[in-house]
């Protein structure tokens, strides 16, 4: 599979930070601002960037190995929570609405027929993935076709003029999924790539490590990483996978999420390391793991919130920030055009 992303052109990086420094302010003073400004100039190859029609696609999906309780919540919670987004009243729903970002939900292998439910994107790999701790969650034919799928909703997404997108997840046990992605990947120990996820008790924790550290151990596995998202993977991992590869073919800004959602990023950057010239981390989760896939990454997130609620809500919270560090670019007076004397030189 070849998404043919670039790296992000740095030939206006020198006039972009002379533009930023010389806005009438100290330099530096607007703080994590200033990078993001310089950051969204350069995926824009442009002193005037513009944010366009934002927009965070909300993947669902079962996952067999919700039957193991490894989740405080029963699976039906998927598919009920699909039902509130598309009634609008989920957490992703109302920061969407307070910051006008389109919310648009994917069915992506969720265990229910929702028959023609009115604003939901019918692309169903199958209903659930199986139980990887007796068999790979889905075959290899499965995995590139939700990746396939995610990138062809984002492509239909920008060609409606989007250029700012963010991911959100739905799916009970997903958290189990994002933790061995994680540990695959980042070579991190399983027992701490694994958090409470909807809030399991200690005795549900260890449980929950308990399982997944068999089901590691039943999967010999190598390091490629379309086997390790088939083997453990979700199909909404999958289909963000996909779905941030062409966000950023399309030099998208993408707002990355949570837990769950960088775990598709895991992969993303396996398949194409230039995806993270075009990301910009909203938040630390409270996940355990996320600081260490952040880490691992060498991202450094706008905001700590202490958030694990995923569905895309740190997106959607981040991006005001993101639009007031586009606005002071474009915006701000210089100590020319404002007639204010620069600092001695």
Request: charged letters at 20%; proline letters at 3%.
């Amino acid at each position: 599979m070849n998404f043919n992303v670039k790296p992000v052109s740095n030939e206006l990086c020198e006039k972009l930070n002379h533009k930023i420094n010389q806005k009438t302010k100290p330099p530096g003073s607007l703080g994590k601002l200033e990078n993001i400004a310089l950051k969204i100039g350069n995926i824009q190859n442009t002193l005037t960037p513009t944010l366009n029609n934002p927009a965070i696609i909300v993947f669902a999906s079962d996952h067999g190995i919700a039957l193991e309780g490894v989740s405080a919540f029963p699976q039906e919670v998927t598919y009920q929570m699909v039902y509130n987004f598309l009634n609008g009243g989920a957490g992703i729903n109302v920061f969407a609405r307070q910051n006008n970002i389109e919310v648009i939900v994917v069915d992506s292998g969720v265990n229910y027929d929702f028959k023609d439910a009115k604003g939901l994107i019918n692309a169903k790999i199958g209903y659930s993935t199986k139980n990887y701790l007796h068999e790979p969650a889905m075959t290899i034919e499965e995995c590139l076709a939700a990746i396939q799928k995610g990138a062809d909703i984002v492509d239909k997404v920008y060609k409606k003029g989007c250029n700012i997108i963010g991911f959100g997840e739905m799916g009970i046990a997903n958290t189990s999924s994002a933790s061995i992605i994680m540990n695959k990947i980042c070579d991190i120990p399983i027992e701490m790539c694994i958090g409470r996820g909807t809030g399991h008790d200690d005795s549900g924790l260890s449980r929950k490590k308990e399982i997944l550290k068999r089901a590691v151990e039943k999967h010999k596995i190598d390091n490629d990483p379309l086997k390790i998202l088939s083997t453990f993977g979700g199909f909404e991992i999958a289909m963000c996978c996909g779905a941030i590869l062409k966000a950023c073919e399309n030099k998208m800004i993408v707002i990355m999420d949570g837990f769950i959602i960088t775990s598709a990023l895991l992969i993303a950057c396996k398949l194409n390391i230039n995806v993270l010239d075009y990301c910009i981390f909203s938040h630390k989760s409270n996940e355990d793991g996320h600081i260490k896939m952040l880490n691992w990454l060498k991202a450094e997130p706008v905001l700590n919130l202490e958030l694990r609620l995923g569905e895309g809500t740190g997106a959607a919270i981040c991006y005001p920030i993101i639009k007031s560090a586009v606005t002071f670019l474009n915006e701000m007076a210089s100590f020319e055009s404002a007639g204010v004397a620069n600092k001695n030189q």
